[in-house]
């Protein structure tokens, strides 16, 4: 705790700095952030409290401008120990990133670490999510340069961020991006285009390789919008490289290149809009260094998605039901022959999303109106041939493989009156877990309703009641949430959600919370106390693995 003491007396001393010199000697802004949790014995679940039960993550991050210049850096501090199933490399109180950065109107200079995306990130993303325990940055140089408003150039060099340390590997790469409607004088029409290069250079230990030690990846995108309708379109490819197998060590003789596609379309305009995502990934995970590092929790590096360079997210709904965040899909972007029932080469499929609003005094739309939202999304493995001895694949461009997962949901909301708001969900999932960790395959059907009543003046009362039917795994659960807004700064909340048709006695678990939070201006403090169901937590299609707990949780954060 000595070192959250001491992040908030220097916090303090930098909010009074910059208050008073912010006019004359720059402009001082950041903030601090601290996730805590108390883990406690469950008798009931046979959970033990862990070696450290009081353990914390905490992020103070300062910045200092002045005129065109910026400089910062963010100290970490995991003590005594960082939140179970984090990064064990997160360990300790250290600098996690710093940097110089220059930035005029058409040139922008960085030393030290940054983060960067190109296109949509299927060949490159790097960023931060202290909810999973990601902080990809890369140390090292990036030039950007405008030329003109519809033109920008980026080039950069480095090692990626890798605990408190760096990677192995050398990370270069370069970026254009053109927006052309002022060159074809469109008024009413947006249209650009971009390319991408990203090198990974990393010495490679087998004998003889068969493979280069520097792996190219290229890729190009363009993005059109004409009043309601938009594509947005790209292409990436990556040079041949070494596959790693079971053991995940590399093997000489299987040798892959990769690719990766993605399309987007769709229309928007009052009351009804309309998105299609589809993408092709073939052997398409990136990383920073070839070979996961080994862990002892007998985990790998990529368990705790690091070292990864592209960002590939799972491009299904991403629900905010307990039950339906049972089953979360994971992108299948490696290549996994776990075994010759179970050959893998990447990912193909899609979502769509239409949304239509009834509109007020219709039949169906009534006095207030009434909204209808529906997603389908499917996933698949690749088809193929696929040869387990020795490891090689021959995959179609076309068609569809082995069935991930799918899930076809449908959300209707309807307005009472002026202060009742209801809602109504079916959500349809099916989770191939014997394809995608080992397990059975899982067909279940949630519903679940819910109904905000507003008291005026942002003070409201929330309820929602749910249910999961199975016919595998743990099999059926059911669940229900009560929240309370006394206003727009405080809320309080309790849920439950219960396992009662495990056939393991021992395993109909109640899952219950109790939790509330208060905001005032840029502060804010949350509490929980409860337990935690073993699983994936997922953020924006991004996920990480937490295991069965019970505790206290508090969470604060400030800016300025």
Not at 231 to 239: A, T, Y
Not at 380 to 408: H, I, T
Request: charged share 20%; glycine share 10%.
């Amino acid at each position: 705790m000595k070192y959250l003491f001491f992040a908030l007396a220097l916090l303090s001393i930098k909010v009074s700095f910059a208050q008073n010199n912010k006019n004359k000697w720059g402009t001082v802004f950041g903030g601090f952030e601290s996730n805590a949790q108390w883990y406690l014995n469950d008798k009931e679940r046979g959970l033990p409290h862990p070696e450290d039960p009081i353990r914390s993550n905490n992020y103070l991050f300062l910045n200092y401008n002045y005129k065109k210049w910026t400089t910062g850096f963010q100290i970490e501090s995991y003590e005594p120990n960082a939140l179970l199933n984090f990064n064990p490399k997160y360990k300790g109180t250290n600098f996690g990133t710093y940097f110089i950065n220059y930035k005029s109107d058409k040139f922008e200079a960085t030393v030290g670490h940054f983060y960067e995306q190109f296109g949509s990130g299927l060949i490159l993303r790097t960023w931060e999510d202290r909810a999973l325990g990601i902080n990809n940055a890369i140390r090292g140089a990036r030039i950007i340069y405008r030329p003109t408003n519809d033109i920008v150039l980026k080039s950069f060099y480095g090692q990626q961020r890798s605990g408190f340390d760096v990677s192995k590997g050398k990370i270069f790469g370069a970026d254009l991006d053109y927006n052309l409607s002022n060159l074809l004088k469109f008024s009413k029409t947006d249209l650009s285009f971009g390319i991408s290069y990203v090198g990974r250079k990393e010495e490679i230990e087998l004998e003889n390789p068969s493979f280069s030690e520097l792996t190219n990846a290229f890729g190009a995108r363009i993005n059109f919008m004409h009043d309601a309708f938009y594509v947005n379109s790209e292409v990436n490819f990556k040079s041949t490289d070494g596959i790693l197998n079971v053991q995940n060590k590399l093997n000489n003789d299987f040798v892959k290149s990769g690719s990766a596609i993605g399309l987007n379309f769709g229309y928007s305009k009052k009351g009804l809009g309309v998105d299609v995502s589809l993408r092709r990934l073939e052997n398409f995970s990136f990383l920073s260094e070839r070979i996961p590092t080994s862990l002892l929790d007998g985990n790998t590096s990529l368990n705790y998605n690091d070292k990864i360079l592209n960002f590939t997210p799972a491009l299904t709904k991403q629900h905010h039901s307990n039950l339906a965040n049972i089953y979360v899909y994971q992108a299948q972007n490696r290549v996994d022959f776990s075994d010759q029932s179970i050959m893998k080469a990447g990912e193909t499929g899609g979502q769509i999303d239409f949304l239509y609003k009834f509109q007020k005094g219709t039949s169906l739309g009534g006095k207030y109106g009434t909204s209808v939202a529906v997603n389908l999304a499917s996933w698949y493995n690749l088809p193929g041939k696929y040869s387990f001895v020795p490891s090689d694949y021959d995959v179609d461009f076309f068609g569809v493989g082995n069935k991930y997962f799918s899930d076809y949901n449908i959300e209707i909301k309807k307005k009472l009156s002026q202060e009742w708001l209801t809602g109504f969900y079916f959500i349809n999932q099916y989770y191939n877990r014997r394809f995608i960790e080992g397990g059975d395959e899982i067909n279940s059907n949630i519903i679940a309703a819910e109904g905000i009543y507003s008291f005026g003046k942002s003070k409201s009362i929330r309820f929602e009641a749910e249910h999961l039917w199975a016919d595998a795994d743990r099999k059926n659960w059911i669940g229900g949430t009560l929240e309370y807004s006394f206003n727009d700064k405080l809320s309080v909340y309790v849920w439950d959600i219960y396992n009662y048709g495990n056939k393991n006695e021992l395993n109909k678990t109640h899952y219950y919370n109790v939790g509330g939070a208060y905001r005032k201006g840029a502060n804010r403090i949350a509490f929980n106390y409860g337990r935690q169901r073993g699983g994936l937590v997922c953020v924006g299609g991004v996920c990480r693995f937490v295991p069965e707990s019970t505790g206290f949780t508090i969470n604060l954060s400030t800016s300025f």
